[in-house]
């Protein structure tokens, strides 16, 4: 295939858009006739399914557009913008578009809702996500994941359903499986924003390339196999890091316009009359 072509080319697995058809299937069930026949709720915010709708429509781009071609075949670098559409894009949409009440059911048993509880916790969160994201990265595990289908499935599987996990404490919609506060909301945004630094430098400066397959990849850019694994490491440390100090300053913000606010409703108790008896004659 020539290389302008490649940028063009959309190629889907079968597995991957079965899968998700079945999601997005799910969830259009769910918010739909489920709902109204078990009166979970009278309606449901469009904006929800659009946000959970777009999170799987960037699944689907990740997975079967011209980045998924080129990122499986011949450049890391892209490989790695995928997974940032995969790990940092798709999971926090849908997070935000499921409704609390949706959730609830599943959650009935005790049992589901205390190992839902353990899932989200922030601290086990942050753990499964990036001890996942950091052995999916050892060479061993990469270059098997791009030689075989099945192992590829599954480490974007695991990586998914991690990321998701790792969003829940700063996404969620749940009273029962709530955010995390904002004092914990930015430890916990920091803490994300330095935690793939061992694989950031791993990969920025090995005086080699690392992945194997790659190194075997035909040529199709003016990128070094090298070359490519240090961009590919900036994408993933430099895409991650801004989206997370972002959102570390919005919730900055936030907390403090909470706060100020806090502190001019108790201004105006203390200086204006609560009941007829305070009021001067």
Known sequence: METGSLWMAWQADLESVILLIAIQSVYLLGVGPLRQRNNWAEDVDPRQIATFTLGVLVIFIALASPIHVVSENYLFSVHMLQHVLLTLVAPPLMVRGIPDWLMRPLLRPNWSFKVARALTHPIGAFLAFNIVFSIWHIPALYNASLTNHGIHIAEHIMMISTAILMWWPLTSTMPELPRVSYPMRIMYLFGLSVAQLIVFGALTFAGEPIYGF?????????????????????????????????????????????????????????NYPTSLEDTPT
Do not use: N
């Not at 190194?215 to 993933?236: C, E, H, K, N, W």
């Open 214 to 270: 790659y190194v075997d990849a035909p040529r199709i850019s003016f990128m070094t196999a090298l070359t490519d694994q240090q961009i590919g490491a900036v994408i993933m440390k430099v895409g991650g890091g801004l989206l997370f100090l972002g959102l570390l300053i919005v919730t900055f913000y936030r907390w403090y316009g909470e706060e100020e606010r806090t502190r001019k409703a108790h201004r105006r108790q203390r």
